[in-house]
């Protein structure tokens, strides 16, 4: 698989492209940082998605043991990232969640596909998938 690195704060994400997925890639080591690492990944993520017209987003959280800070929770919770994300050419979403040995509490993961299509509308697709091959199945398939 093609990866080229987009964006790297160390011991709490690292942004890729993946060529074979055809999407910006997002493996969360730790979601939780006390500074504006979390905004300035997702920002440099957008930026490059932005760039290079890209229609896919995977965020991976499947080894985070920590949850977003407050405050990181609120700004992707803000109207101002919910503008950010309409105004690129994002169409689908995946989330890989936590697995149980991560230690996150993952109960908002049942209310994430629908919080994501409330959010941003009839134009995006999101799905929680538990594998890679689940997510390339989605993002390769046809819109309905």
């Not at 697709?125 to 390339?136: I, K, M, Q, Y």
Request: aromatic share 12%.
């Amino acid at each position: 698989m093609a990866e080229f690195v987009v964006h790297h704060a160390e011991g709490l994400v690292r942004v890729t492209w993946h060529s074979e997925l055809q999407a910006v890639y997002l493996k969360w080591y730790s979601e939780y940082d006390e500074g504006t690492r979390v905004r300035d990944a997702v920002l440099a993520a957008l930026a490059w998605v932005r760039t290079n017209k890209v229609e896919h987003w995977v965020a991976d959280v499947s080894t985070s043991p920590h949850a977003l800070s407050e405050r990181d929770y609120e700004w992707v919770s803000s109207d101002a990232f919910r503008v950010a994300i309409l105004d690129s050419p994002l169409r689908k979403f995946v989330l890989i969640p936590p697995l149980p040995d991560s230690g996150q509490n993952d109960a908002w993961v049942a209310d994430w596909e629908a919080n994501t299509l409330s959010r941003f509308g009839d134009r995006v697709s999101a799905r929680v998938c538990t594998t890679l091959d689940e997510a390339r199945r989605f993002l390769t398939m046809s819109p309905a």
